[in-house]
């Protein structure tokens, strides 16, 4: 069965960087689009960004643009993204999705698939 598997979360300081991963399993993706969302305690889960398996175009939320970078090695089937200048407002429960896109572009993607989670802290 598919398997989404997250790592990489931890407590870090405010403006630090943390890389987190995302291995895939149990399917070819080469037709989805691959997203990371996050949920913060009392919040609704959000969109963070997302990019095509097979032709990249990625897309970010105007929260976190200019400080992650999602990419994907489709070597080793992982999906990765890369947060730099971390803030304690990125501090949430952060979650690996594999989909369709439905609309137009990687942001339209209805997820599938989904990880169990990784707990991101940044404290200040």
């Known amino acids: 069965q598919v398997q989404l598997e997250e790592s990489g979360g931890g407590l870090v300081q405010a403006g630090g960087s943390l890389r987190l991963s995302c291995a895939a399993s149990?399917?070819?993706?080469?037709?989805?689009?691959m997203a990371w969302f996050r949920q913060a305690p009392g919040k609704e889960r959000e969109f963070v960004a997302a990019v095509h398996w097979t032709y990249g175009n990625p897309y970010y939320a105007d929260s976190v643009k200019g400080r992650f970078t999602i990419s994907r090695d489709t070597a080793k089937n992982t999906v990765y993204l890369q947060m730099n200048s971390l803030k304690s407002e990125d501090t949430a429960v952060y979650y690996c999705?594999?989909?369709?896109?439905?609309?137009?572009?990687?942001?339209?993607?209805?997820?599938?698939?989904w990880g169990q989670g990784t707990q991101v802290t940044v404290s200040s």
């Open positions: 149990g399917r070819t993706f080469s037709s989805y689009a």
């Open positions: 999705g594999a989909g369709v896109v439905v609309g137009v572009g990687v942001r339209s993607v209805q997820v599938d698939y």
